[in-house]
């Protein structure tokens, strides 16, 4: 640095640079993690249970001419050896004795029913989750107020989403498990005269909603339980702080009484004084005659 002023100027003008830009970390609260972990898992599960909306939940292959899928909304029909035919798809239409339709719900009221159960809950879940995910997020930014009623209330709100979701698959394997009679496409397929016949057969044949939905009700279950470990350490911990000196009661005295003070005089320095002259002294005055007063006798 003596013999390049300069260069040890720039080195340590960015080096100071450098430090005065990063902010100094503050401290953390410890439940702020488990609501980022939760929120994380939340928006996880949310996101599962969107694709699940729009992917099949069951497939059928009765032949290698023929595949169906079935979705919540729709259901759709594909020949998959064939190169001009393109899938035809249908919406859901709840009629019951329908022998036309895709998806085998409208020949039995039950089977019907799981199914429509199925869809509340699926879209009941997606929301539940999404707002669940939003009041996680509220909470972490109000983490330092220790905001106790509303951390509860997004824990309640996780475990709910969970709870929905998990309905969602439930019903779905309840209706998938239903025997449904009917003369139905896909169910069952007859290979010896190569079409549809009647019968009693339930749909399974699980596909990608319903695998998708077991995962997302699993990621909302991690979410509720860690909400829950972030609820109770919200709940019992507060900021260590800095142990202070007892105080002591005041103790009075009398005032003091300061006696005034004595002036000071100081000392003149005495000097030897000379004698004075003595002086030749007259003698004794002469003494005057006294003058005789005359005496006058009063007149009769």
Not at 155 to 165: K, L, N, S, T
Request: hydrophobic fraction near 50%; glycine fraction near 4%.
């Amino acid at each position: 640095c003596d013999s390049f002023p300069s260069e040890c100027l720039f080195f340590f003008g960015s080096v100071r640079l450098n430090t005065m830009g990063k902010a100094p970390k503050g401290p953390k609260h410890p439940a702020k993690k488990f609501f980022t972990i939760a929120a994380a898992l939340m928006a996880i599960a949310a996101i599962l249970s969107l694709i699940t909306l729009f992917v099949p939940w069951s497939m059928k292959m009765p032949n290698s001419t023929a595949h169906y899928s079935y979705h919540l909304w729709w259901n759709c029909y594909w020949n998959p050896q064939s190169t001009t035919d393109m899938v035809s798809c249908q919406d859901n239409v709840y009629q019951v004795g329908s022998g036309t339709s895709f998806i085998p719900v409208f020949s039995d009221t039950k089977a019907r029913g799981y199914f429509m159960a199925t869809q509340a809950f699926a879209v009941i879940g997606f929301v539940w989750s999404v707002l669940a995910l939003l009041l996680l997020v509220v909470v972490m930014s109000k983490i330092w107020t220790r905001p106790m009623s509303m951390a509860a209330l997004a824990a309640c709100m996780v475990f709910f989403a969970w709870v929905f979701i998990m309905l969602a698959w439930i019903m779905y394997l309840v209706y998938a498990e239903h025997p449904v009679w009917g003369k139905l496409p896909g169910f069952p397929w007859n290979t010896s005269v190569g079409t549809f016949t009647n019968g009693s057969t339930p749909v399974r044949g699980y596909s990608y909603g319903f695998i998708i939905s077991i995962i997302a009700a699993f990621f909302a279950l991690l979410a509720s339980l860690v909400a829950c470990l972030g609820l109770n350490k919200l709940r019992t911990w507060y900021p260590v702080q800095e142990p202070q000196a007892p105080m002591m009661e005041p103790t009075y005295y009398p005032p003091i009484t300061v006696p005034a003070p004595t002036p000071y005089y100081p000392s003149v320095p005495s000097y030897p004084t000379a004698a004075a002259p003595a002086y030749p002294t007259a003698g004794a005055a002469a003494a005057y005659p006294t003058v005789p007063q005359p005496y006058y006798l009063p007149a009769y």
